[in-house]
Antibody
Framework: QVHLQESGPGVVKASETLSLTCAVS?????????WGWVRQSPGKGLEWIVA???????YYNPSLESRVTMSVDTSRNEFSLKLTSVTAADTALYFC????????????WGQGTLVSVSS | EKVLTQFPGTLSLSPGERATFSCRAS???????LAWYQQKPGQAPTLLMSEASIRASGIPDRFSGSTSGSSSGTEFTLTISRVEPEDFAVYFC??????????FGQGTKLEI
């Protein structure tokens, strides 16, 4: 069974960079799936952020692309998200997830980590 | 940008009743690219259905999905034939393929 676990600071100051890591167990992230990030806030609901293959092929949500960096570390079997210049609008529950083999959904999710942006 | 609208916003039912959730896209969506999720409080979404009608692993057969209209119709339905107590949650549809690549509906809450 694939298991994902997010980690990172629960509070980030406005204008700074949000950094999260997702540790994966039960599956090698270099095996052949895309991995990604989704966030959830009361105001915007569920919002997909980015998805990446271990080779580096990456898809971004255009609304966030200019601020997002995703990386994959196959040696540690984890992947990371960086979101720069955060504002209060970036306060959300951040989930990491595995893209379905079919490509059109997410089949395994982490439990989520709450990130609040403080002023 | 494609918009997915779910209705109703809240569905109030009793255990044993039939639940019907609708998801309408502002533009044509291929049935192959529509998924449904269930989310309980404090938990991540759980994939229920992919490609509009294919149950994910471990999902009971009281859950079913369908598309109305043509194969590229814009309205999708998730049905729970008989609601069980553990089914009370929020249900989201998700579309794949346009911009952004993955887009979610706003959700329908199933309450007792």
């Amino acid at each position: 069974q694939v298991h994902l676990q997010e980690s990172g600071p629960g509070v980030v100051k406005a204008s700074e960079t949000l950094s999260l890591t997702c540790a994966v167990s039960g599956e090698s992230i270099g095996f052949g799936y895309y991995w990604g990030w989704v966030r959830q806030s009361p105001g915007k609901g569920l919002e997909w952020i980015v998805a990446m293959y271990h080779s580096g092929d990456t898809y971004y949500n255009p609304s966030l692309e200019s601020r997002v960096t995703m990386s994959v570390d196959t040696s540690r079997n984890e992947f990371s998200l960086k979101l720069t210049s955060v504002t209060a609008a970036d306060t959300a529950l951040y989930f990491c997830a595995r893209r379905c083999p079919s490509g059109n959904c997410f089949d395994f999710w982490g439990q989520g980590t709450l990130v609040s942006v403080s002023s | 940008e494609k918009v997915l609208t779910q209705f109703p916003g809240t569905l109030s039912l009793s255990p044993g009743e039939r639940a019907t959730f609708s998801c309408r896209a502002s533009q044509s969506v291929s049935g192959s690219f529509l998924a449904w999720y269930q989310q309980k409080p404090g938990q991540a979404p759980t994939l229920l259905m992919s490609e509009a009608s294919i149950r994910a692993s471990g999902i009971p057969d009281r859950f079913s999905g369908s598309t109305s209209g043509s194969s590229s119709g814009t309205e999708f339905t998730l049905t729970i034939s008989r609601v069980e107590p553990e089914d009370f949650a929020v249900y989201f549809c998700q579309e794949y393929g346009s911009s952004p690549l993955f887009a979610f509906g706003q959700g329908t809450k199933l309450e007792i």
